[in-house]
């Protein structure tokens, strides 16, 4: 077992633990990270296991196909360690397959990397884990420390909270700035349309109990999936082939399992809950074509339904590389269009009487030319 490091472990970095029965591919990776992170090699799951015993680690990098126990069997074992089973793991594997992918995921993978891998990419995903993984632990650090003050001052509370939920959601901005600027305007239109449904008494039952603010404040995180996401992908300044769309839905999952995981261990919340319903359900669509699971009218979760109006007018008024911004009233149009299909009927008849309050990207604010032919709806 190679457990050397060319750093001091009380150097402040980051612990990388590479597990893989190939020295070749042990020594690419360790390469590839050591000037960043301290670095830990080992040949198999059972020194993995030895390792762990007396060794923290900040995130694991696991071969799949080894002899004697799979890189499935040691994640299986590592979720049922209480001391263990926080660790992320991302899968570095040469079995690519949806098949292989889904069942990574199912048993607890954060991730999956194909090898041969590039380098770049590696140091990439290696980099967004750890700051998902650190803001996540900042995250549950001040949670559970509002949680002990919301009886003796509500007001202070609810401001610390939306606090926290800003830094989470500049982890979005920080990848990509035009989502950054999205975020913020949708939660202004999401308050917009919640008020007016209220006063018409649309879904009234339901929102009757909800704390209106915390839900609000709960949308600054709905694409919050999306640093999880590659930046060829997240970046890229022309559309997306279908390949790539299909990993750019996967940050709607993404984003449930980042919020999740802030909610295990620390007291439950009104809004993480608010929000991980609302990223894991804003792409769904009223007639069940949408994503990731395809549900269908009122089986959707309201955040849901009310976020997927303001999303998708949001991107139909933005501008991007690929197209040009469609007028206020023409997106409005759009979005009456797919009434009964993409959206709900009644919040989009809400919508419809209100959406000259919502806040416009500033390209749009003085518009003068009509928008291209083009008229898809965003996904």
Not at 170 to 183: A, P, Q, Y
Not at 283 to 305: F, N
Not at 316 to 341: C, T
């Amino acid at each position: 077992m190679n457990c050397q490091s060319p750093y001091s472990v009380e150097n402040g970095r980051k612990r990388i633990l590479l597990v893989d029965d190939s020295q070749v591919n042990l020594k690419m990776a360790r390469n590839t990270l050591m000037n960043k992170y301290d670095v830990f090699t080992v040949p198999s799951a059972e020194k993995m296991f030895l390792f762990l015993e007396s060794n923290p680690a900040d995130l694991i990098l696991l071969d799949i196909l080894m002899p004697n126990v799979s890189g499935y069997k040691a994640i299986s074992v590592l979720k049922k360690n209480e001391k263990t089973r926080d660790i992320p793991v991302i899968f570095l594997t040469s079995k690519s397959d949806p098949g292989s992918e889904l069942e990574g995921f199912n048993l607890g993978a954060v991730d999956y990397i194909a090898k041969p891998f590039s380098p770049p990419l590696l140091i990439k995903r290696v980099d967004a884990h750890m700051l998902v993984e650190s803001q996540k632990r900042e995250l549950q650090y001040l949670n559970d420390n509002l949680q002990h003050l919301v009886d003796e001052k509500t007001g202070a509370v609810l401001s610390l909270q939306n606090g926290i939920l800003k830094t989470i959601s500049n982890l979005v901005e920080w990848r990509d700035d035009v989502t950054g600027e999205h975020v913020e305007r949708t939660e202004y239109s999401l308050r917009i349309l919640t008020e007016a449904m209220r006063k018409k008494q649309v879904y009234i039952d339901e929102l009757e109990n909800w704390n209106l603010e915390l839900f609000f404040q709960s949308a600054q995180l709905h694409d919050v999936g999306k640093i999880a996401i590659r930046d060829q992908i997240l970046l890229k300044t022309s559309r997306l082939t279908p390949e790539e769309f299909e990993e750019m839905k996967k940050h709607t999952t993404f984003g449930e399992r980042i919020i999740k995981k802030i909610q295990e261990g620390a007291k439950e919340t009104v809004f993480l809950t608010h929000a991980r319903i609302m990223a894991g359900s804003h792409h769904e669509k009223w007639d069940g074509s949408g994503y990731p699971r395809g549900l269908a009218g009122e089986d959707i979760p309201l955040q849901g339904r009310i976020m997927a109006v303001v999303d998708v007018y949001d991107a139909l008024v933005s501008q991007r590389p690929y197209k040009k911004a469609f007028s206020p009233d023409e997106a409005a149009g759009i979005i009456g269009s797919e009434k009964g299909r993409h959206f709900d009927p009644r919040i989009t008849d809400i919508f419809l009487e209100v959406y000259p309050q919502f806040r416009l990207p500033v390209q749009v604010l003085h518009f003068e030319e009509p928008a291209g032919e083009e008229k898809d709806v965003p996904a």
